[in-house]
Nanobody
Framework: VQLVESGGGSVQAGGSLRLSCVGSAAVICMGWFRQVPENERVGVAAISWIGGHTYYSDSVKGRFTISRDVAANTLYLEMNDLKPGDTAIYTC?????????????????WGRGTQVTVS
């Protein structure tokens, strides 16, 4: 399964961005991770592809919304009220299950990532 992200960029604090991830096939759980240099990758949000159940990390709950377009095999992450601490490379991921803390479990597939910078 190939995952291709788009939609990253630079924005001022309080602004919004929407990330997209197009997959070559559907997977049971899809989500987003983020990583800053020298830190480990952290799960942000995940969604069950069939039922649409959503899961978020505490750091983004209430500000980010994950959604999907099943027909288009596309995953989205709507990010509002962005903060400088949200600056990271955001990577799309897919795996066999979602964790309630907003991570994709046993991630099998990764995108290449897209940079989000908040100043």
């Amino acid at each position: 399964v190939q995952l291709v992200e788009s939609g990253g960029g630079s924005v001022q604090a309080g602004g919004s961005l929407r990330l997209s991830c197009v997959g070559s096939a559907a997977v049971i759980c899809m989500g987003w991770f983020r990583q800053v240099p020298e830190n480990e990758r952290v799960g942000v949000a995940a969604i069950s592809w069939i039922g649409g159940h959503t899961y978020y990390s505490d750091s983004v709950k209430g500000r980010f919304t994950i959604s999907r377009d099943v027909a288009a095999n596309t995953l989205y992450l709507e990010m509002n009220d962005l903060k400088p601490g949200d600056t990271a490379i955001y990577t799309c991921a897919a795996g066999p299950y979602c964790n309630t803390n907003g991570t994709v479990g046993r991630t099998l597939y990764w995108g290449r990532g897209t940079q989000v910078t908040v100043s």
